[in-house]
């Protein structure tokens, strides 16, 4: 089974910056596309950002510019940086894996990690 964990959440004062990673367990063959999904208290789970297996990448706009995702397909890890934080981006953060395949002829499935929460104060 592949399972995402994900790491480097934690309390950080507006301005700063928090790098956030997720690595990919299991024995995989592919992966389509990483993302990073938020969901603040009382708010719909939002999309942050996301890379695509050629490596495009798409942002929410108001992440835009400082924010950047970035993946390593070899170790199938993705990673989002963020910068100039703001307490409106404070949520918890879950990593996102779409179209992942254990082998060649395997269906494609969609695994989420369990979150990790930032928090950032004004």
């Known amino acids: 089974q592949v399972q995402l964990v994900e790491s480097g959440g934690g309390l950080v004062q507006a301005g700063g910056s928090l790098e956030l990673s997720c690595q990919a367990s299991g024995t995989i063959f592919s992966i389509d596309t990483m993302a990073w999904y938020r969901q603040a208290p009382g708010k719909q789970r939002e999309l942050v950002a996301r890379?695509?297996?050629?490596?495009?990448?798409a942002y929410l706009d108001f992440v835009k510019g400082r924010f950047t995702i970035s993946r390593d397909h070899a170790k199938n890890t993705v990673s989002l940086q963020m910068n100039s934080l703001k307490p409106e981006d404070t949520a918890v953060y879950y990593c996102n894996a779409v179209g992942v395949k254990l082998h060649m002829r395997d269906y494609p499935k969609n695994y989420w990690g369990e979150g990790t929460l930032v928090t950032v104060s004004s």
């Open positions: 890379i695509s297996s050629g490596s495009s990448t």
